[in-house]
């Protein structure tokens, strides 16, 4: 029994070596200690609470907590996550936000759980993210039409994921087209998914010139500068939205194939990922809309969110609705 208890002692030790000193994935130590994940998992936790291993929080790490705290407290969120202002180009800072977001979101994910996907650059990397990091498939339904945009991409070495998508565009060439292809079997299954899966992620996007839906010509800059006449400031699931979270009527609206935002509103769970200062309006126009349970992004974007943000009305907290 000692030499069992010593051996277990030991394995620990070397364990906690190999992830926080030599940054090993838990798949490696996995692979090179010839034990399971879940018991590297595992040896990390009791290494945690026997105080093998002990955690001092920086100054910076103290700030994030703080900008966490706020963001709960002025937005009605349940949850906030904040990761720091990675590099200065953008796909430094979306990289590291999907990164973290995958992360968040798979140490909440049960077996079998469904979680549903939202369209976007960002869901996309989540996604991809977190399709490598999961020991069982992660199966995920899509809120919107745009199938290409929830394969596996060229980064991914192993998908574990099973993909239940809409079968149509994400945007189709007339409103007509839209309400018949919502009556066909193959779409009214994918909806029924959608509204029993147990977490949703969406991305949010700005009016930029950089937005992904503008980047894959879906849109022209043209129909962008027709949507900020009308008052848009972003969008979210593809529904360009006022500074207030109200969608703006348009011809892009009636032809979208996506989850309605007051089915978005309703649902559980629903992880907002996105940063970076040409998405903070968009953003906040989405927490004011109270389409969002949890939100991760990074400390610039969180404290300009809290600057521009105002008081929270505490009775229009998506919690209480």
């Known amino acids: 029994m000692e030499q069992a208890d010593e051996y277990e002692h030991h394995l620990m030790i070397k364990t906690t070596w190999y992830y926080y000193m030599e940054n090993y994935t838990q798949q490696n130590i996995s692979h090179l200690l010839g034990i399971s994940r879940a018991r590297v998992i595992h ?39 904040v990761v720091p202002a990675e590099g200065d180009t953008l ?17 909440r994910l049960d077996d079998n759980c469904f979680l549903n996907m ?44 099973r993909l239940y998508l809409l079968p149509a565009p994400l945007l189709l060439s007339s409103p007509q087209m839209v309400e018949a292809l919502q009556q ?19 991305g949010v996007g700005g009016m930029s010139d950089e937005a992904t839906i503008i980047q894959n010509g879906i849109l022209s800059k043209t129909d962008f500068t027709v949507l900020s006449m009308q008052g848009a400031v972003g969008d979210i699931l593809s529904h360009f939205i006022d500074r207030d979270g109200n969608p703006v009527g348009s011809d892009v ?69």
């Open 118 to 161: 939202g369209y976007g650059d960002t869901p996309s990397r989540v996604l991809n993210h977190l399709a490598t990091m999961v020991e069982k498939p992660v199966n995920v339904v899509s809120l919107t039409g745009g199938v290409n945009y929830y394969l596996p991409k060229g980064f991914s070495r192993t998908f574990n994921a």
């Open 253 to 321: 609206e009636q032809r979208l194939m996506s989850t309605p935002l007051e089915d978005l509103r309703k649902m559980e769970n629903v992880i907002g990922v996105a940063g970076g200062e040409r998405k903070v309006d968009a953003i906040l126009a989405v927490l004011r809309g109270k389409y969002l349970d949890a939100l991760v992004t990074d400390e610039t974007t969180a404290a300009a969110l809290l600057e521009r943000g105002g008081e929270q009305d505490p009775g229009t907290s998506k919690l209480k609705q």
């Open 43 to 81: 040896l990390l936790e009791k290494a945690r609470q026997t105080g093998i291993i002990q955690f001092s929080i920086r100054q910076e790490g103290d700030r994030r907590m703080q900008l966490e705290r706020a963001m709960i407290s002025r937005f009605g969120l349940q949850d906030a996550f």
């Open 91 to 107: 796909e430094n800072l979306n990289a590291s936000i999907a990164r973290a977001a995958a992360m968040y979101i798979a140490s």
């Open 184 to 202: 066909e079997p193959s779409v009214q299954e994918i909806k029924q998914m959608v509204k029993f899966s147990r977490m949703s992620v969406v």
